[in-house]
């Protein structure tokens, strides 16, 4: 699978001291490689649209609400408890 592909090139770039900027095309091309060759383009839009997460997840920064309330959704484990500033009345 192509992003898995990808996930593995980016680590193994940022262990070796890459900075994103220099890590990311090279990755995103071998990346690709890996799929069928007509499905090659559309991985690469798809790496493209969502440069910015994997941005920061190369730079280990946290999820943002929004993504951690999708991970919820999928994995009970992860969810957080909701905290009201004043109860609701009843």
């Known amino acids: 699978m192509s992003a898995a592909r990808l996930v ?21 091309l071998a990346a690709a490689a890996d799929a ?4 090659r383009e559309q991985w690469l839009t798809a790496f493209n649209a969502t440069r910015e997460a994997w941005r920061a997840g190369y ?12 991970l919820a959704l999928l994995d009970p484990d992860e969810r957080e408890p909701v905290v009201d500033a004043e109860p609701m009345a009843a």
């Open 36 to 39: 069928p060759s007509w499905h």
């Open 59 to 70: 730079d280990r920064e946290a999820a943002p609400r929004r993504q951690r309330a999708v």
């Open 8 to 28: 593995d090139l980016l680590a193994a770039a940022r262990a070796e001291g890459c900075c994103f900027e220099q890590a990311w095309p090279s990755s995103i």
